[in-house]
């Protein structure tokens, strides 16, 4: 056999390569570092590495030849024969091994080289030869079920690992491990057995359970597989709380959550019937979006729990849940014309938040529950008075708390409302001098680069923009880039900047809620300047206010335009995204909602509004409600 060697140079600039880069030394080799055969069996095992098989084969003929009982040096030129298909070769030397030892691993190692040569038939036999080397000893059958894993002969383990059981008399044996192949077998029911057994066997498993199933339960097969085999177990020991919290789980998996808060009901019941376990059920189902059995869930507690330990965060979270529930149909406070008209998700939170200050106001929760009444009065109920005044409340009484930095930072948005700019200014320098870092900082700072460009003082807001820009873990991070983006790409056409200062006046009046004065400001931008660089964010500007001024068809027909005009705006997934949802909060038109939905994907399949798309989607259709 011809073999081929680098040149001396290159050999010693490898050597000195492995020397630096490898470990110390292989436990398997036994010897000191500075042994010769160690330094030959690091450069083979880095030629194997780089894929140059015929030095590292080479190398490694002659160091087995030294030394043909070393383990390591055996498995490494097994190894390196079955890279390059030489199996005839690799099974002369398991072979050689097995004169001397006939091992399951040894038997292992040639049924192994036999499969891959294509001989299943002699492989199979010589794998149930290496079992009968030690047919009651579970580490013989360990032994051959890896090398099955290793050429994916999945269900001829399955097979193993159950003969092993019968073999031993040990019906526990592997449960795991057969319960994984069973999965990845598409054996579902049989692997949700395993599961259920080892459950039984141990309750504290159930985290460890989910994890190995929900990868699979994206198949519907194996959903439904899992639900029958889990639900028949339930009836036949209801009182079993493991096995309900299983099934429990899979039906939230499978969406169905009326099923779902049944069977937290009873594990409720089964667990003291202190409401903890309907509260995780509605925190589950509101984080979903099935906000009827969240909301089921949550009064339950409320009502057959008020004095449990889980009712007071129950209250707090019935008001949040309610409050998404609000921004996801697009609920408004107010009608067209600013009359003030039925709010039942924000009335029902701004109701449950002021029901727990009566009832707990020594709870940690307090400071954090009324700032958000007092974000409720700012930006639902329009009413910044009574807003400020909550947020002086949460600043002065619980001064060193997260809700009062929150309450600070608001007071100095209620400022840009009422138009006191050097105000806001003012309470944002103070709150980034107070807390220092942190993401609400960030957010100061963004906003006080956002009243410089409100101002029309675009040299200060990019100077501010720059340092936020730096920190790109923060949340903010990305404003920032936006503003920036916006700042320089929008500059001119002369020196006086009038189409981004008409964009940023417009800006300014929408935020200290002057809806016709915006609009104003964005068509004269339009109307001006309609070729500008600015024409695609001023037309999205344009259809967030109509949209907040409750002029919903406007709305719709300005976003769904934007993508016609400026396909390869980075405005155009969103209008569309924006488009769909205006559709959707209308009776009847959730087929049109749908297509929109569809077109968004369609068009712009990398959008960052995709998922969120799907989700509207599967919600429109009703599934899992």
Not at 228 to 236: I, L
Request: aromatic share 10%; charged share 25%.
């Amino acid at each position: 056999m011809k073999r081929t060697f680098l040149p001396i140079r290159s050999w010693i600039g490898v050597v000195v390569l492995t020397a630096l880069i490898w470990a110390p030394v292989v436990d398997a080799v036994g010897q000191q570092q500075e042994n010769p055969q160690i330094v030959r069996f690091r450069l083979a095992d880095t030629f194997l590495r780089s894929g140059q098989f015929d030095q590292a084969i080479g190398l490694l003929e002659d160091l087995y030849a030294e030394a043909p009982r070393n383990d390591a040096f055996y498995e490494k030129l097994k190894e390196a024969y079955n890279n390059v298909k030489r199996y005839e070769e690799a099974a002369a030397l398991v072979r050689a091994r097995l004169v001397d030892t006939r091992s399951a691993a040894l038997l292992s190692d040639l049924a192994n080289i036999r499969y891959l040569q294509g001989n299943e038939k002699d492989a199979y036999a010589t794998w149930q030869e290496a079992v009968e080397t030690a047919p009651t000893d579970p580490n013989a059958y360990r032994i051959v079920y890896r090398s099955l894993l290793g050429v994916r002969q999945f269900e001829r383990a399955v097979s193993l690992l159950e003969q092993a059981r019968a073999a031993t008399g040990q019906t526990a044996l592997f449960r795991v491990e057969l319960a994984y192949l069973c999965s990845i077998s598409g054996l579902y029911a049989k692997a949700a057995e395993e599961y259920l057994a080892l459950l039984k066997e141990n309750d504290r498993h159930l985290d460890f359970v989910r994890s190995r199933l929900g990868p699979f339960l994206e198949e519907e097969e194996a959903l439904a597989s899992s639900l029958v085999v889990v639900q028949d177990a339930v009836r036949t020991d209801p009182l079993y709380r493991t096995w309900r919290e299983l099934l429990g789980w899979l039906y939230i998996e499978a969406e169905d959550f009326a099923n779902a808060l049944g069977e937290y009901r009873a594990i409720d019941g089964l667990a003291g019937g202190q409401g903890h376990m309907l509260f995780e059920f509605a925190r589950t189902a509101a984080e979903a979006g099935a906000y009827n059995k969240a909301s089921e869930a949550y009064r339950e507690v409320l009502e057959r729990y008020p004095d449990a330990p889980a009712a007071a965060r129950t209250l707090a979270a019935f008001g949040a849940m309610h409050i998404r529930w609000a921004a996801e149909i697009d609920e408004r406070a107010f009608d067209e014309t600013g009359n003030r008209i039925g709010a039942p998700h924000y009335d029902e939170a701004l109701a449950a938040y002021q029901t727990f200050l009566q009832q707990y106001p020594h709870h940690e929760l307090y400071p954090d529950v009324l700032h958000r009444i007092g974000r409720l009065q700012q930006d639902v109920f329009l009413d910044t008075g009574s807003a400020e005044s909550t947020f002086l409340q949460v600043v002065s009484a619980f001064p060193d708390t997260r809700a009062a930095d929150q309450a600070a930072f608001d007071l100095a948005n209620i400022a840009i409302i009422h138009g006191q700019l050097d105000d806001a200014r003012l309470r944002f320098n103070r709150l980034i001098e107070r807390l220092r870092t942190g993401d609400l900082v960030e957010q100061a700072r963004f906003n006080l680069a956002s009243i410089h460009m409100l101002a029309g003082e675009f040299d200060a807001a990019l100077s501010l923009v720059d340092i936020i820009d730096a920190h790109t873990s923060t949340d903010v991070s990305n404003d920032a880039i936006t503003l920036k983006i916006l700042l320089l790409g929008n500059r001119g056409p002369d020196s006086l900047d009038m189409p981004l200062r008409r964009y940023a006046g417009a800006l300014l009046a929408r935020k200290q809620r002057r809806p016709l004065a915006a609009l104003d400001s964005v068509d004269a931008l339009l109307s001006m300047y309609p070729s500008h660089a600015l024409a695609d964010e001023a037309r999205f500007l344009r259809g967030e206010i109509l949209l907040a001024a409750g002029r919903g068809q406007e709305a719709y027909e300005t976003f769904a335009e934007i993508p016609l005009m400026y396909p390869a705006s980075f405005l155009a997934d969103r209008a569309l995204f924006e488009a769909a949802g205006i559709l959707s909060r209308e009776s009847g038109k959730s087929e049109e909602a749908i297509a929109v939905y569809r077109r968004l994907l369609s068009e712009y399949p990398g959008s960052l509004f995709a998922g969120k798309a799907r989700d509207h989607i599967r919600r429109l259709r009703g599934d899992g409600v």
